[in-house]
């Protein structure tokens, strides 16, 4: 079976010729497709951070085995990590977070055991980058929240759940406060709870995930999220195991993978050859799993597992009466100690089940699309408008422009009402949304919705419009704070 193999930036090239030396005195049966990658393929001119011939290679072999690596900073680039994960809609992103023995944490010292699994949506959120400068001082980020792409990556966690035999499944969201996007995210969550009545389905607030994940981490299993709220808690579950160094990550998709270390390139100590491999050899025992290599896996992670049990260590953690190794030896005493098992935690030997490299070969893009189960109408128009007047003064020219079809509903400010009422203390910016819907809720049509754009247009700058549409008896857009 053969793979594509990028080494990264920094230290990426030292950790994964370690790791690939350790997969080589296994004995796995595969070969490696070295490709392009990273901050030196920006530097030669390709925006995207690979060669041509390195996302020919991945699209074809379906896994790619990455070390860290760098975006240049202040170039106007996209991260490859963020672009490739995208590229290939590897949907859900999956990170295992461990109690390790010799890796000493507040929580190891107490006696707290933590497995947690992190599943974050990979896709979408504000990581679609799509960002515009409304006004002179006011920036916007979209951000989309799809129900397919959140029933992709929901329906994969509550699938990876029950194969563990997970006893809890949690559902991390801010649908208190963004009850449209979130809201979809939290709605899609329950939707699938209803196909596996045998996890115990349950949800929290993010912010009090936090807050919890810090003082019982030992209460949570499974943990799915929207993509930057997962982004965050998955590196704070790093933290409680003893950092990014011992936090692996899987990138699944239907027809792409990629296995990655999520830590940074550290150039500080690169070609020294004193970094921690540990991270992205987790990160490859995912894999090893994910191709039925799960013999091979169990006798790897088992003698890492009794290699940090013995005090053997890198310099960036472990005890420090215990002298430190440097990369190379670390990956040797792993090797050193296959066939040896760990007082705690020890993985059970399951036998091999190499899995069928499948090539697809697609003509168009998939499309994915639920149905849509009641009538579409538009009922309205929020309008986003320069003006560095008072609300009052904006109402009264957007009154002129109501129309017989049109109502002026409310005028807000950075997301807080401040006409027809509001507060004389409500600091505001430069740009107002004006809420405008149609009179007798009779639908209306997008040219009607242009129409009122043109005339609005007379007196202000016309940034941006949503429109406001319903399904059936459903509003699907959100009120003003204070509305």
């Known amino acids: 079976m053969k793979i594509a193999v990028a080494k990264g930036d920094g230290i990426g090239p030292e950790i994964m010729e370690a790791v690939l030396s350790i997969f080589k005195a296994s004995k796995i049966p595969l070969e490696y497709e070295f490709v392009d990658m990273g901050k030196w393929v920006f530097d030669k001119g390709f925006s995207n951070g690979m060669t041509p011939e390195a996302q020919k290679s991945i699209e074809t072999l379906g896994i790619l085995f990455k070390g860290p690596m760098e975006t240049p900073k202040g170039k106007g680039v996209k991260s490859v990590n963020v672009t490739a994960r995208k590229t290939w809609n590897t949907y859900a992103n999956k990170r295992v977070f461990q109690t390790l023995h010799g890796v000493d944490t507040v929580f190891s010292k107490a006696g707290i055991p933590i497995d947690v699994t992190i599943v974050r949506e990979n896709i979408e959120d504000t990581y679609g980058g799509?960002?515009?400068?409304?006004?002179?001082?006011?920036?916007?980020?979209?951000?989309?929240?799809?129900?397919?792409?959140?029933?992709?990556?929901i329906r994969?966690?509550?699938?990876m759940a029950k194969k563990k035999n997970a006893k809890r499944i949690t559902c991390g969201h801010k649908a208190n406060i963004m009850k449209i996007t979130d809201g979809l995210f939290l709605e899609c969550f329950y939707e699938v709870a209803k196909e596996y009545p045998e996890l115990k389905a349950d949800d929290v607030i993010v912010d009090d995930l936090c807050m919890k994940l810090v003082t019982r981490p030992d209460l949570f299993d499974v943990v799915v999220l929207t993509n930057l709220q997962g982004d965050i808690v998955s590196d704070l579950c790093a933290g409680l195991v003893g950092g990014l160094g011992f936090a692996p990550s899987a990138n699944i998709g239907d027809h792409i993978c990629i296995f990655e270390a999520v830590h940074g390139t550290a150039p500080d100590i690169a070609g020294k050859n004193i970094a921690n491999p540990t991270a992205l050899?987790?990160?490859?025992?995912?894999?090893?799993?994910?191709?039925?290599?799960?013999?091979?896996?169990?006798?790897?992670?088992n003698a890492l597992l009794y290699t940090l049990e013995n005090g053997i260590h890198t310099g960036d953690f472990g005890d420090k009466s215990i002298?430190?190794?440097?990369?190379?030896?670390?990956?040797?005493?792993?090797?050193?100690?296959?066939?040896?098992?760990p007082q705690h935690g020890v993985k059970p030997s399951l036998p091999n089940m190499p899995v069928t490299p499948t090539h697809f070969i697609l003509d168009k893009n998939p499309l994915i699309m639920t149905k849509e189960m009641e009538e579409e109408k538009?009922?309205?128009?929020?309008?986003?408008?320069e003006s560095a007047e008072q609300p009052m003064a904006v109402a009264e020219k957007a009154l002129q422009h109501t129309g017989d079809l049109f109502k002026l509903v409310t005028i807000s400010n950075?997301?807080?009402?401040?006409?027809?009422?509001?507060?004389?203390?409500?600091?505001?910016?430069?740009?107002?949304?004006?809420?405008?819907?149609?009179?007798?809720d009779?639908?209306?049509?997008?040219?009607?919705?242009?129409?009122?754009?043109?005339?609005?247009s007379v007196d202000f700058k016309v940034c941006s419009y949503e429109l406001l549409n319903m399904w059936g008896d459903k509003k699907a857009y959100s009120l003003a704070q204070g509305q």
């Open 378 to 385: 538009i009922v309205g128009v929020d309008l986003f408008i």
């Open 156 to 159: 994969y966690a509550f699938e």
């Open 414 to 440: 950075r997301g807080t009402q401040v006409w027809p009422k509001g507060s004389i203390f409500t600091n505001i910016v430069n740009q107002y949304r004006c809420r405008f819907e149609s009179l007798g």
């Open 323 to 341: 002298p430190s190794v440097n990369t190379t030896v670390f990956a040797e005493a792993i090797v050193n100690n296959f066939g040896k098992l």
């Open 281 to 301: 050899l987790l990160s490859g025992l995912t894999m090893l799993r994910h191709l039925g290599f799960m013999e091979h896996a169990a006798t790897i992670e």
């Open 130 to 153: 799509i960002e515009h400068m409304l006004t002179h001082d006011v920036a916007l980020s979209r951000r989309f929240i799809t129900r397919p792409g959140s029933l992709q990556v």
């Open 442 to 456: 009779e639908p209306r049509t997008q040219v009607d919705i242009l129409e009122l754009t043109k005339l609005m």
